[in-house]
């Protein structure tokens, strides 16, 4: 039987915990109720979301009752962006976000932007950082929302999202972060970050796709982004993914609980990864705020190489991720990277590496042992 290759690209997706199989599995083979329904069945479909519910809002210090399930991040991103620019019919707002931001919280506000609304999108340091100082430039009038993600998932950069929710509040702007990538690697807190509204996807922390979650802070109102039956307490209409929406609820009771367990360990694991490398190869940079950094990730720049074609010479023996995209006419640079200031040079030699709860030292070990093993054979040519 063919060895799988080492699994190193945790913020891309993670593998279904099995405890979190074990949770769904009576969902999937016995227990079918709808919750809507006033029967047994329903009822039972109900108590079942609403457990998921309160493990969900006791992950992020939230209350049960401001929690909407979704389809995942990026629809509770939609949801947020382009519900509150709807509560102001009429008004042309303004939207202020970072360059650094994950295509589910860009393209919705460049999309509003072509309906006539304003985009702010401020620049970052050379570590993908964004100044709070930065807010300073903006125009209050007509801001009606200031999204910033929590953590980013290229260079794993931790923003100061307080500090910004703090500026916005005392001047009656909302707040949403975008925290898929720092559910489960963090300790994050509603409460503490200040904000109003905040995301959060399944995949990202051990449970299934194609299901998330949104906060809405209680006195904040957003009109549904899908418009239908008075679900999700009028705000999200469809019948809720019982199956689903069980297994984030158990994903996020075990984040909770392995939470400081799971950061020492991933933070091992990737300084591990690090030093390993180090030891092989010269001519490496950390991308990112390294004092300020997701634990489980690695933003590796390797001079003299093509990340997209070290991708493909580890293939079979290391799952990772490029910085950027090589193509026919040249290299797509990550607007991560390119906002950062990253040369074209820097940005197409960036390999991302990111682990997990599972990942061990003898996996460590041998994927540094690969990765530097192809670097010196592509770097001599071969």
Same mark, same amino acid.
């Given at each position: ?83 509150? *620019?709807? /509560? ?8 202020? @976000? !970072?360059?650094? #931001?994950?295509?589910? +919280? &860009? ?16 620049? *970052?340091? /050379? ?8 807010? @300073? !430039?903006?125009? #209050?009038?007509?801001? +009606? &929302? ?237």
């Amino acid at each position: 039987m063919t060895q799988r290759p080492i699994y190193l690209d945790y913020n891309a997706t993670t593998p279904i915990d099995p405890e979190v199989v074990e949770a769904m599995r009576p969902y999937l083979e016995e227990h079918f109720g709808n919750p809507s329904s006033s029967h047994a069945y329903g009822r039972l479909a109900r108590e079942a979301v609403q457990q998921a519910r309160e493990q969900v809002a006791e992950l992020i210090g939230a209350a049960p009752d401001e929690i909407v399930f979704t389809s995942g991040g990026s629809e509770a991103n939609n949801m947020v962006i382009k519900g509150v *620019v709807a /509560r102001s019919p009429g008004q042309r707002c303004r939207l202020v @976000t !970072s360059a650094v #931001e994950h295509p589910a +919280v &860009l393209e919705p506000c460049l999309a509003l932007e072509e309906l006539g609304h304003q985009v702010e999108i401020l620049p *970052v340091d /050379r570590y993908g950082w964004l100044d709070p100082q930065r807010l @300073t !430039s903006v125009s #209050e009038r007509g801001t +009606v &929302l200031v999204t910033l993600m929590h953590a980013n998932n290229e260079v794993g950069t931790i923003q100061s999202v307080g500090e910004v929710a703090e500026w916005a509040h005392a001047r009656g702007i909302s707040v949403h972060t975008d925290a898929a990538q720092s559910i489960g690697k963090l300790a994050v807190s509603v409460d503490e970050l200040g904000v109003d509204f905040l995301s959060l996807a399944g995949h990202k922390f051990y449970a299934p796709k194609g299901v998330g979650a949104l906060y809405i802070r209680r006195g904040q109102k957003l009109p549904p982004l899908i418009h239908g039956a008075a679900h999700e307490d009028g705000r999200r209409a469809g019948t809720e993914n019982v199956l689903l929406v069980v297994g984030l609820g158990k994903a996020a009771e075990l984040a909770r609980q392995r939470l400081e367990r799971t950061a020492t360990h991933s933070a091992a694991m990737r300084d591990r990864l690090w030093s390993r490398l180090k030891e092989r190869l010269d001519d490496l940079a950390w991308n990112g705020k390294r004092e300020a950094c997701l634990p489980n990730t690695l933003s590796v720049a390797i001079k003299g190489t093509m990340a997209s074609k070290l991708i493909e010479r580890i293939g079979s023996e290391v799952a990772a991720s490029a910085g950027s995209a090589c193509h026919a006419e040249g290299a797509a640079v990550s607007t991560v990277l390119w906002a950062m200031g990253f040369s074209v040079e820097r940005a197409v030699s960036t390999l991302r590496l990111s682990v997990g709860r599972s990942t061990t030292p003898r996996e460590i070990d041998r994927a540094a042992e690969v990765i530097s093993r192809e670097v010196r054979a592509a770097r001599a040519g071969g």
